[in-house]
Nanobody
Framework: QVQLVESGGGLVQAGDSLRLSCVVSGRPFSMYSMGWFRQAPGKEREFVAVISRGGGTTRYLDSVKGRFTISRDDVKNTVYLQMNSLKSEDTAIYYC????????????????????WGQGTQVTVSS
């Protein structure tokens, strides 16, 4: 069983930065591509960012490109989401998720392909 624990959320003002972390345990972290998703009140969960095994491929939601950066540390079994220039529309619960990857290219954006999920961390951006 894989366990994912997010941290780093909080209440910030528009324009501020936050870094989310997600620590993974229970299975070899390096075998998974890792994604971040978010869900705002009254909205469906949406893809935010993904990083492939090894970190060679990353993909982002268009509205966060240039502001958010996903990275991973396979020694610490941790995936990060650096969020800069935050906007009120970034307010949501952010979830990390693990997707078993058979190669170093796969970086999927569909939530249903992810087997394991964290409990979420709240990010609130005041304008």
């Amino acid at each position: 069983q894989v366990q994912l624990v997010e941290s780093g959320g909080g209440l910030v003002q528009a324009g501020d930065s936050l870094r989310l972390s997600c620590v993974v345990s229970g299975r070899p972290f390096s075998m998974y591509s890792m994604g971040w998703f978010r869900q705002a009140p009254g909205k469906e969960r949406e893809f935010v960012a993904v990083i492939s095994r090894g970190g060679g491929t990353t993909r982002y939601l268009d509205s966060v490109k240039g502001r958010f950066t996903i990275s991973r540390d396979d020694v610490k079994n941790t995936v990060y989401l650096q969020m800069n220039s935050l906007k009120s529309e970034d307010t949501a619960i952010y979830y990390c998720a693990a997707d078993w990857a058979y190669d170093y290219v796969a970086a999927r954006t569909t939530s249903t392909t992810y087997e394991y999920w964290g409990q979420g961390t709240q990010v609130t951006v005041s304008s």
